[in-house]
């Protein structure tokens, strides 16, 4: 596992130093799960980066992308986020194989100075950039399923932090500008969200626990996340000695009231009780610091989770 924090001069700069840390950094490198640039184009206003991941053993082929675009005019910065099933040299950014089409998973950076932390093995990475005292995220690769290699081969999960048109601020609220642990929309099971997951059939399935309405309203939608979508979940709190125990991040999908599929869980990522606690603390847990992460610009107990830095 690869672990890296500092501070990107913008957006720009953010994506650079996300593509030298995952193909060159020395834990991947001597674990040989160093990932693989296809594409790099960098010109004024665009930045285009297609990765191919080893796995653990070098035998997966897991493809991510992100391509960066800007209008300083109306003031946004974007990345979108993308993956896919394979990598066509003469095929563009949006068209690539079994890539994700219309609206995708998003991160609204800003052209700043940007802290920033990555965590990546050969599976999949996540990014944590905080933008001014907001935090966005991202979460490319595999999942951690509950099925074996030849029930569910390609647990592909594409997370980001913003959902919806291109072209959003950073600093709009809203459930279309939620994390992929607890993501949203703009309407009721939309097909678009922050979170999409490659299914075992090799359907995009998007997931959500929020919707728009007079504010952010919580339903049971047919794909929720949990324990985000838990209605209690505000009453979660730290352990009796003072300590956090963290709580695994799992997709579901709900069939009937009586029949749901778990598809699996998030890797190195957890829900963390928000009581007495803020983002960019350190926790450890079992010998191991994890970052608490708000999502976005909420900060009520259940909007905090916790990212595991090894």
């Known amino acids: 596992m690869a672990f890296e924090t500092g501070v990107a ?12 840390f995952l193909t060159k950094h020395p834990a991947l490198l001597a674990a040989n799960q160093q990932w693989t640039e296809l594409r790099w184009v960098s010109d004024a206003t665009t930045q285009e980066l297609l990765l191919r991941a080893p796995g653990l053993a070098g035998a997966d082929e897991i493809y991510c992308s992100v391509r960066s675009y800007e209008n300083p005019t109306s003031g946004y910065y974007m990345w979108d986020l993308n993956g896919g099933i394979g990598f066509s040299p003469a095929d563009t950014f949006y068209a690539q ?19 920033y932390w ?24 595999f999942i951690l399923p509950y099925a074996t290699p030849g029930q569910y081969p390609y647990p592909l999960l594409i997370g980001g932090s913003m959902t919806g048109q291109r072209g959003r601020r950073h600093s709009i609220t809203g459930p279309n500008h939620r994390h992929f ?5 703009d309407a009721q099971n939309a097909s678009s969200t922050a979170t999409m997951l490659r299914g075992p059939a ?17 339903y049971d939608s047919a794909r929720p996340v949990w324990p985000g979508s ?15 125990v963290l709580m695994p991040i799992v997709l579901s999908q709900g069939n009937s009231p009586s029949d749901h599929d778990l598809f699996g869980e998030l890797d190195g990522v957890y829900q963390v009780s928000g009581f007495n606690n803020a983002a960019g ?16 610009f909420r900060t009520s107990v259940r909007d905090y989770w916790a990212l595991r830095l090894a």
Do not use: C
């Open 281 to 296: 603390n350190l926790i450890q847990v079992n010998g191991v610091d994890h970052l608490v992460v708000q999502n976005v």
């Open 97 to 115: 194989p079994g890539t994700l089409t219309g609206w995708l998973p998003m991160m609204s950076l800003w052209n700043e100075a940007t802290p």
């Open 181 to 185: 642990v607890d993501p949203g929309e």
């Open 118 to 141: 990555f965590v990546a093995n050969g599976r999949r990475v996540v990014v944590v950039a905080k933008v001014s005292t907001l935090y966005q995220a991202a979460y490319l690769g």
């Open 9 to 20: 001069a913008n957006y720009r700069d953010l994506l650079e130093r996300l593509r030298t």
């Open 230 to 244: 838990y209605s209690y979940l505000s009453v979660f709190r730290e352990a009796l000695d003072g300590t956090y």
């Open 202 to 218: 090799g359907a995009w399935l998007p997931f959500q626990n929020t919707y728009s309405s007079t504010s952010e309203s919580r």
